[in-house]
């Protein structure tokens, strides 16, 4: 187990992971999903926008890990990125679609999203460092 995580981790493929998921976000934010099935629970969308930015951040920081071993500033960095990036969204929503709204609780709950993938990450941080350095 600890093979294949060291070779995800060192994979030049989750970078390119991280990138599709970024568009894939985009996509997912600008397009009319009204037609896409529904879970039939409450709160609905901010559940999909939690999970969207959670894993968003998770990918990043670790697509990205070899330059976060060095600082934590620069994950921070990716998180407030990610989190710039969610308003942009938001706003593109409002701007370009007659069927998106602009939506401050999505922008918190993305923003809750990506600061919980942070925290998991800051916490899980040593254990993946071992797993990457390990023979």
Sequence with gaps: MQKLIKL????????????????FIVYLSLSDISELPKLE??????????????L????WLLAL??????SKEFNKYISFAIVGFGIIIEVFQEIITDYR???VLDILVNILGVSVAYFCFEYF?????ENINSN
Excluded: G, W
């Excluded at 941080?125 to 460092?129: L, M």
């Design 125 to 129: 941080k040593e254990s993946i460092f």
């Design 101 to 103: 709204l602009f939506d």
């Design 56 to 59: 968003l951040t998770s990918v």
């Design 41 to 54: 629970v409450r709160y609905e969308d901010k559940l999909y926008h939690f999970v969207a930015y959670f």
């Design 65 to 70: 890990i070899a330059y976060s071993s060095k």
């Design 8 to 23: 995800i981790l060192n994979s030049k493929l989750l970078l390119l992971f991280a990138i599709f998921c970024t568009f």
